[in-house]
């Protein structure tokens, strides 16, 4: 796959702000918030998307999930925040390396998936 500016992040290769990290992923936060609460959960290792995922990594996506619950917590929002993966231009993906959102801090209001995708 082609290096991305997830990549050159999770090597430390353009300075930024970790506000968690481990041997597995990085979290940063999102340059263009779409809430008040807008981090991203970046692997280090380069997966373009979800589907293109494998078994190899069912425990790294799992451990993904675990750190979006502590970090949300962290964030004084692991009561209220919703998590989004974009797979595929059509999903609305731009960066293609993989990394979950979470978002908090707005009201997250019901349907509002299902209208933009109406
Ligand atoms: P997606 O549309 O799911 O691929 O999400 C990519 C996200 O990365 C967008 O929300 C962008 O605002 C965010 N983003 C792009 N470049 C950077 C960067 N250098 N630092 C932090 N967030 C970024």
Known sequence: M???????????EIPTEFLYEDEHCVVIKDIYP???THVLIIPRKPIPMLSEADADDQALLGHLLLVAGKVADQ????DAFRLVINNGEGGGQTVFHLHLHILAGRE?????LASRLA
């Open 34 to 36: 779409q809430a008040p």
């Open 75 to 78: 964030l004084g929002v692991g």
């Open 2 to 12: 082609e290096d991305t500016i997830f990549g050159k992040i999770t090597r430390g």
């Open 108 to 112: 997250m209001k019901e349907g509002e």
